[in-house]
């Protein structure tokens, strides 16, 4: 089994930055292709971004195209989500997810493990 646990969530203004973490323990030789999505209060999960296990493809969702960059360190068992210029639609828990195949997917169904989530609340 895989355990994803997110970090770096918190308080910011209209307009600044945060920069999300995500560590895997366990099984870790398990882990593929890396992503993340975000869920606000009273709407469905969505996806963000996600990456490939080399690091080399990316995708990101519309809202968020130039704004976020996301990373990951296979040699630390991490992925990252560098956010920037956020607005208070960004707002919402972030979910650090990840699948067992190397091939990027965007959607929640492709992932097979789920961190917890790190709270996101931008102030206006």
């Known amino acids: 089994q895989v355990q994803l646990v997110e970090s770096g969530g918190g308080l910011v203004q209209a307009g600044g930055s945060l920069r999300l973490s995500c560590a895997a323990s366990?099984?870790?030789?398990?882990?593929?292709?890396m992503g993340w999505f975000r869920q606000a209060p009273g709407k469905e999960r969505e996806f963000v971004a996600a990456i490939s296990w080399s690091g080399g493809v990316t995708y990101y969702a519309d809202s968020v195209k130039g704004r976020f960059t996301i990373s990951r360190d296979n040699a630390k068992n991490a992925q990252y989500l560098q956010m920037n210029s956020l607005q208070p639609e960004d707002a919402a828990v972030y979910y650090c997810?990840?699948?067992?195949?190397?091939?990027?997917?965007?959607?929640?169904?492709?992932?097979?493990?789920w961190g917890k989530g790190t709270l996101v609340t931008v102030s206006s």
């Open positions: 366990g099984r870790t030789a398990s882990v593929g292709a």
């Open positions: 997810a990840a699948r067992r195949a190397i091939v990027v997917v965007t959607t929640i169904e492709g992932m097979d493990y």
